[in-house]
């Protein structure tokens, strides 16, 4: 069993930045990718970016290209994501999610646990 806790969401103004953490805990091999998603209301799940499991290569979607950055503490089991330049179109809440294959996929179907979520709000 896997614990995935999110934090640091809230809300800023456009233009401003956020950092969230995703903390995993529980029984699982040390190698995994992680990934972040967020889902607006009424909206599919987006694919965010992902970080394998050596913290060395990262993957975004094409709508965070730029102005996200992944990153991951391995000794710690925590994943960042630091989100500079924020536009109301990014309202959301943000999801991390562990894939215990050591692919790094954007498909939220290859994704073994998910956390609970943190609602991101920026206003205009």
């Known amino acids: 069993q896997v614990q995935l806790v999110e934090s640091g969401g809230g809300l800023v103004q456009a233009g401003g930045s956020l950092r969230l953490s995703c903390a995993a805990s529980?029984?699982?091999?040390?190698?995994?990718?992680m990934g972040w998603f967020r889902q607006a209301p009424g909206k599919e799940r987006e694919f965010v970016g992902a970080i394998n499991w050596t913290g060395r290569s990262t993957l975004y979607g094409d709508s965070v290209k730029g102005r996200f950055t992944i990153s991951r503490d391995i000794a710690n089991n925590t994943m960042y994501l630091q989100m500079n330049s924020l536009k109301p179109v990014d309202t959301a809440v943000y999801y991390c999610?562990?894939?215990?294959?050591?692919?790094?996929?954007?498909?939220?179907?290859?994704?073994?646990?998910w956390g609970q979520g943190t609602q991101v709000t920026v206003s205009s």
């Open positions: 999610a562990v894939d215990f294959s050591l692919r790094l996929t954007p498909n939220r179907y290859d994704y073994d646990y």
């Open positions: 529980g029984r699982f091999i040390s190698s995994y990718g």
